[in-house]
């Protein structure tokens, strides 16, 4: 409503839009092994909060290792949802924080590109985003903004900032050392894209990485048993209260049976991982 001005008939056809695009589009379920070979260089990732919550959504275009393709617009979609993952209760929106640090000329992003993510954005992640940040612009950048600014929408571009004085946007403990913060974090592909994505068996037992994708891109319960989260409050809040339903039923269970051990308590939810909020 906010995004239509509160339009209702716009409302109704921006949802109908976005419920289409999601029918047909599937970004909930872009496997993780599609995209990943588009984050081998750590050009986009996920790395703190600012001082309202908001996830830190970083792009770092002079580390692109790939043609543009329709796979690189999926893969920005990927992580877009991976964003929405990360949210805290009570947290909608996130932050973009584009690097423009070692990018060339011949490196940059074409109009096409930019004008379909921004489509995107616009039209199916509506007042998603909470402020753009944009350092270390090269000598072109100028220009290119020029050109890509009557594609984005005036609220949107009013949240943009070049070069802002990052500590009051972000806490030191959230921000990478490379802009001023104590977050010494350096991208180890491996290491990182396991803990953001994937599902780890260790033993009998699943322990959930951070966004607890199936390699199909869909969702597994502790047990490793397809399921449907409900992440309106994030996917930490989902597998809590999971947890909280599973305990309800074994205390149930353990009253009608009379067993000391269907009452035994839940074994903690994973802790959240170092690599993506400091």
Request: glycine share 8%; aromatic share 10%; with cysteine.
């Amino acid at each position: 409503m906010r995004a239509a001005k509160w339009h209702m008939a716009d409302a109704k056809k921006r949802i109908k839009g976005t419920l289409e695009w999601r029918r047909e589009y599937r970004p909930d379920l872009i496997e993780p092994g599609e995209v990943e070979p588009e984050n081998e260089t750590g050009k986009i990732v996920l790395s703190g909060f600012d001082r309202q919550g908001r996830p830190l959504l970083i792009m770092r275009p002079g580390r692109q290792n790939t043609k543009e393709s329709p796979r690189m617009v999926r893969y920005t979609v990927w992580f877009l949802e991976r964003c929405i993952d990360l949210m805290p209760p009570g947290v909608e929106q996130l932050n973009i924080f584009l690097d423009y640090a070692s990018i060339s000329f011949s490196e940059r992003t074409s109009m096409q590109m930019s004008r379909t993510v921004l489509s995107i954005m616009a039209n199916h992640y509506v007042e998603r985003l909470g402020r753009g940040i944009i350092v270390n612009a090269p000598w072109f950048f100028g220009a290119f903004y020029s050109a890509i600014s009557p594609f984005i929408d005036p609220v949107s571009r009013d949240k943009v900032r070049f070069n802002p004085v990052l500590d009051e946007l972000i806490a030191a403990d959230q921000l990478e050392s490379d802009y001023g913060g104590q977050v010494n974090f350096k991208y180890d592909h491996a290491v990182y894209w396991k803990e953001l994505s994937e599902w780890v068996w260790e033993g009998s037992v699943a322990d959930g990485r951070f966004c607890r994708l199936a390699p199909d891109g869909g969702r597994l319960d502790p047990q490793g048993k397809p399921w449907v989260a409900p992440t309106g409050l994030g996917i930490k809040h989902a597998v809590d209260q999971l947890a909280a339903e599973e305990s309800e039923e074994v205390t149930l269970a353990g009253t009608v049976n009379g067993t000391k051990e269907a009452t035994a308590e839940p074994e903690a939810a994973p802790a959240t991982p170092a690599v993506v909020a400091a």
